[in-house]
């Protein structure tokens, strides 16, 4: 099992660039989330997915957007990135909402 | 300010000491605490307790948690370099914002 499957994994961008960050899970979960991680905030929530087919804002989601395409995958769109988005992201899913988050190998993100 | 306050916030100790990490939260309307242990990359889930469930252990790993004083210590005994990482720990608020609460984490180094 692969588990939770980011990629890319290291990506460059410059100001006003936009881009895609994708997210594929193989357990069968129901929710899934995404995550910024910056040092000295801690993992701060971006948007999440209860169960398939909903999305709701977490606590930044300004900046972001996010798809579900289907119960494996869950897209973090940046539509025109900032400064401030340089982090690193993760992805993770859980069977049952906020019980037992199972994250994937995180994203590295620069924005020149 | 807050919500999930962490300490201390390093920590440095030699190979088979015991170590306590503690994790203090302040949330309207709780409902479970999650311990997660953060290596190079991704969170690994470690112990999740709730109401029903305030002490879990798992090898030379303990927790428990005190939902009077809100507050909730990670126990590891006989520490092995291995147990080096961060520890993250995070509090479903079911009053407040969807999604867990992570507070900024415990850098534990375990010295041979």
């Known amino acids: 099992n692969a588990g939770v499957t980011q990629t890319p994994k290291f990506q460059v961008l410059k100001t006003g660039q936009s881009m895609t960050l994708q997210c594929a899970q193989d357990?069968?979960?129901?929710?899934m989330y995404w995550y910024r991680q910056d040092p000295g905030m801690g993992l701060r929530l971006i948007y999440y997915?209860?169960?398939?087919?909903?999305?709701d804002k977490g606590e930044v989601p300004n900046g972001y957007n996010v798809s579900r395409l289907n119960k494996r995958e869950f897209s973090l769109r940046l539509e025109s990135a900032a400064p401030s988005q340089t982090s690193v992201y993760f992805c993770?899913?859980?069977?049952?909402?906020?019980?037992?988050?199972?994250f994937g190998s995180g994203t590295q993100l620069s924005v020149l | 300010e807050d919500k999930v306050v962490q300490s201390p916030l390093s920590l440095v100790v030699h190979e088979g000491d015991t170590v306590t990490l503690n994790c203090s939260y302040e949330?309207?309307?709780?409902?479970?605490l999650l311990w997660y242990k953060q290596e190079k990359k991704a969170p690994t889930f470690l112990f999740m307790l709730?109401?029903?469930?305030i002490e879990k252990k798992s090898g030379r790993l303990s927790s428990i948690l005190d939902k009077k004083e809100l507050f909730s210590i990670l126990n590891i005994t006989a520490t092995q370099t291995g147990d080096s990482a961060v520890y993250l720990c995070?509090?479903?608020?079911?009053?407040?914002?969807?999604?867990?609460?992570f507070g900024k984490g415990t850098h534990l180094i375990i010295q041979p």
């Open positions: 949330v309207t309307n709780f409902r479970s």
């Open positions: 997915s209860a169960s398939e087919g909903t999305t």
């Open positions: 357990m069968n979960h129901n929710s």
């Open positions: 709730t109401s029903s469930g």
């Open positions: 993770a899913s859980s069977e049952i909402f906020n019980e037992k988050l199972f």
């Open positions: 995070a509090v479903e608020d079911g009053g407040g914002a969807d999604g867990l609460t």
